[in-house]
């Protein structure tokens, strides 16, 4: 294994970021005045054939161990793969993109036989006053295929005991932890190690007094939303994972997973989105 390439820089008059070529990984962001926003752990590992833990991993063509429960490796291949710098520039309000592009022929031939499908892929990351993150994928061969995937982000928060998320109330979701079908009752406050996917397409909002700030997470093209963050007992096994680190991370992510995939007929095309934006705190009444 080889250490990783350095990060491409993207730095605008709204926002800053970085993503990495490998996996089509974003690294880091943060609007311009404001701290960062996605959060790595401080034991990510920095080497090829690994997945790097924080950022945005893309998770595709599966989710965890995909929906047989027994494909490796988990969350699919596309972020433990080189993607190709396809093209970089400035959108009408002078934000810095980046987009890579990945198709079946750059996948390891092991990779391929686990799915064996054609396809390509675009991945945009744009880094300006919000962080958009936009995934395409194509069906290049003459067979449907499913496939679930999922903009994996990793939020920073002061503090995780004390954040709340909100615009989930009503949705059903299965609890991966106590593996049964949930319904959301107000907002979700978490306690414990926490694993649920939501049947759930609207906006999300992370409440984080600690660090006096909303995070407003929107997306497009998505029938799940993930929330993520293993707690203390879960950190402490977790190599790439400090042990107290739980404590200022949740993962909210854009998805199609588990009884949410996307279906492509052959030459069919599907964007998944997701949008991030930072807000000040409304005061407490």
Not at 60 to 88: N, V
Not at 217 to 227: A, H, L
Not at 259 to 266: C, E, F, M, Y
Request: with cysteine; proline share 6%; aromatic share 8%.
């Amino acid at each position: 294994m080889t250490r990783l390439p350095e990060p491409l820089t993207l730095s605008g008059p709204n926002g800053h970021g970085a993503v990495l070529s490998y996996g089509a990984h974003a690294l880091s962001w943060a609007p311009e005045g404001h701290e960062p926003v996605l959060w790595v752990s401080s034991r990510a590992y920095n080497e090829t054939g690994r997945a790097i833990r924080g950022g945005v991993p893309l998770c595709f063509p599966w989710f965890g161990p995909g929906r047989t429960g027994d494909m490796e490796p988990a969350h699919g291949f596309a972020r433990i793969t080189e993607w190709t710098l396809a093209e970089q520039g400035e959108d009408e309000q002078g934000d810095p993109f980046a987009e890579f592009a990945l198709t079946s022929e750059d996948v390891a031939p092991e990779l391929r036989e686990v799915f064996p499908h054609d396809f390509s892929a675009r991945f945009r990351m744009t880094a300006g006053h919000t962080l958009r993150l936009e995934l395409t994928v194509t069906n290049t061969g003459s067979e449907t295929f499913e496939v679930e995937e999922a903009l994996h982000t990793y939020l920073h928060v002061g503090d995780s005991e004390r954040v709340t998320v909100s615009g989930l109330e009503g949705a059903s979701y299965y609890d991966k932890v106590a593996k049964e079908q949930r319904v959301q009752q107000g907002e979700l406050r978490l306690t414990g190690e926490t694993d649920a996917v939501f049947a759930h397409r609207g906006e999300v909002r992370v409440a984080d007094p600690a660090l006096g700030r909303e995070l407003v997470i929107g997306k497009e093209g998505s029938d799940s939303t993930v929330v993520w963050n293993p707690w203390a007992d879960k950190a402490v096994g977790m190599s790439d994972f400090a042990d107290d680190e739980w404590k200022t991370m949740l993962c909210v992510e854009a998805g199609n997973v588990m009884g949410s995939p996307v279906r492509l007929a052959a030459g069919e095309t599907h964007t998944i989105a997701q949008v991030v934006e930072v807000r000040e705190l409304p005061a407490e009444q």
